[in-house]
Nanobody
Protein backbone atom coordinates (compact mmCIF):
# COMPACT_ATOMS: atom_id res chain seq x y z
CA UNK A 1 0.00 0.00 0.00
CA UNK A 2 1.35 3.40 -1.00
CA UNK A 3 0.16 6.57 0.69
CA UNK A 4 0.25 9.92 -1.06
CA UNK A 5 -0.21 13.15 0.87
CA UNK A 6 -0.73 16.47 -0.88
CA UNK A 7 -0.07 19.90 0.54
CA UNK A 8 0.27 23.47 -0.64
CA UNK A 9 -3.24 24.31 -1.78
CA UNK A 10 -5.04 27.49 -0.84
CA UNK A 11 -6.63 30.70 -2.02
CA UNK A 12 -4.72 32.82 -4.52
CA UNK A 13 -5.58 35.79 -6.70
CA UNK A 14 -5.61 35.50 -10.49
CA UNK A 15 -2.08 35.75 -11.82
CA UNK A 16 -0.63 34.37 -8.61
CA UNK A 17 1.41 31.23 -7.96
CA UNK A 18 1.22 28.15 -5.78
CA UNK A 19 3.40 25.10 -5.37
CA UNK A 20 1.77 21.79 -4.55
CA UNK A 21 3.71 18.96 -2.96
CA UNK A 22 2.97 15.25 -2.92
CA UNK A 23 4.84 13.17 -0.37
CA UNK A 24 4.88 9.44 -1.05
CA UNK A 25 5.28 6.70 1.56
CA UNK A 26 7.23 4.58 -0.92
CA UNK A 27 10.18 5.48 -3.09
CA UNK A 28 9.00 7.42 -6.14
CA UNK A 29 11.87 5.85 -8.06
CA UNK A 30 9.78 2.67 -7.92
CA UNK A 31 6.80 4.39 -9.51
CA UNK A 32 6.17 3.98 -13.22
CA UNK A 33 4.51 7.37 -13.27
CA UNK A 34 3.58 10.16 -10.90
CA UNK A 35 1.12 12.90 -11.71
CA UNK A 36 -1.35 15.54 -10.78
CA UNK A 37 -5.04 15.50 -11.60
CA UNK A 38 -7.78 17.95 -10.76
CA UNK A 39 -11.53 17.94 -10.39
CA UNK A 40 -13.66 21.05 -10.51
CA UNK A 41 -17.24 21.10 -9.18
CA UNK A 42 -19.59 19.36 -11.60
CA UNK A 43 -16.74 18.18 -13.81
CA UNK A 44 -14.85 14.95 -14.26
CA UNK A 45 -11.35 14.47 -12.93
CA UNK A 46 -8.76 15.42 -15.54
CA UNK A 47 -5.05 14.95 -15.95
CA UNK A 48 -2.98 18.07 -15.37
CA UNK A 49 0.63 16.89 -15.51
CA UNK A 50 2.53 13.62 -15.35
CA UNK A 51 6.15 12.64 -15.00
CA UNK A 52 7.51 9.26 -15.95
CA UNK A 53 10.18 7.21 -14.26
CA UNK A 54 12.70 8.46 -16.81
CA UNK A 55 11.77 12.08 -16.22
CA UNK A 56 9.61 12.65 -19.28
CA UNK A 57 6.72 15.02 -18.70
CA UNK A 58 3.25 15.51 -20.14
CA UNK A 59 0.90 18.44 -19.62
CA UNK A 60 -2.70 19.28 -20.36
CA UNK A 61 -2.96 21.92 -23.07
CA UNK A 62 -4.72 24.25 -20.66
CA UNK A 63 -1.69 24.45 -18.34
CA UNK A 64 1.24 24.26 -20.75
CA UNK A 65 3.66 27.09 -20.17
CA UNK A 66 2.17 27.86 -16.74
CA UNK A 67 2.56 24.66 -14.70
CA UNK A 68 5.70 22.61 -14.12
CA UNK A 69 5.88 19.14 -12.61
CA UNK A 70 9.08 18.01 -10.95
CA UNK A 71 10.34 15.35 -8.58
CA UNK A 72 12.83 15.04 -5.75
CA UNK A 73 13.73 11.38 -5.51
CA UNK A 74 15.67 11.84 -2.27
CA UNK A 75 12.56 13.26 -0.59
CA UNK A 76 10.07 10.95 -2.35
CA UNK A 77 8.17 14.07 -3.28
CA UNK A 78 6.59 15.32 -6.48
CA UNK A 79 5.84 18.99 -7.00
CA UNK A 80 3.51 21.02 -9.16
CA UNK A 81 4.58 24.63 -9.61
CA UNK A 82 1.59 26.64 -10.80
CA UNK A 83 2.15 30.14 -12.17
CA UNK A 84 -0.19 32.70 -13.70
CA UNK A 85 -3.16 31.00 -12.12
CA UNK A 86 -6.60 31.58 -13.58
CA UNK A 87 -10.07 31.23 -12.03
CA UNK A 88 -10.64 28.18 -14.23
CA UNK A 89 -7.77 26.45 -12.42
CA UNK A 90 -9.97 26.29 -9.32
CA UNK A 91 -10.36 22.63 -8.36
CA UNK A 92 -9.35 19.91 -5.96
CA UNK A 93 -5.90 18.73 -7.02
CA UNK A 94 -5.01 15.07 -6.53
CA UNK A 95 -1.66 13.37 -6.60
CA UNK A 96 -1.50 10.07 -8.48
CA UNK A 97 1.13 7.37 -8.49
CA UNK A 98 1.38 4.14 -10.47
CA UNK A 99 3.33 1.50 -8.62
CA UNK A 100 3.66 -2.06 -9.94
CA UNK A 101 0.56 -1.67 -12.06
CA UNK A 102 -1.63 -0.24 -9.31
CA UNK A 103 -2.91 3.32 -9.21
CA UNK A 104 -2.82 5.20 -5.92
CA UNK A 105 -4.45 8.53 -5.11
CA UNK A 106 -3.97 11.15 -2.46
CA UNK A 107 -6.84 12.79 -0.61
CA UNK A 108 -6.61 16.01 -2.59
CA UNK A 109 -5.88 19.64 -1.84
CA UNK A 110 -8.16 22.54 -2.69
CA UNK A 111 -6.89 25.30 -4.98
CA UNK A 112 -9.10 28.36 -5.33
CA UNK A 113 -8.24 31.20 -7.70
CA UNK A 114 -10.34 34.23 -6.99
CA UNK A 115 -10.06 37.96 -6.45
Amino acid sequence: QVHLVESGGGLVQPGGSLRLSCAASDSIVSANCMGWYRQAPGKERESVARIGSGGSTNYADSVKGRFTISRDNAKNTVYLQMNNLKPEDTAVYYCMGIYYGRVYWGQGTQVTVSS
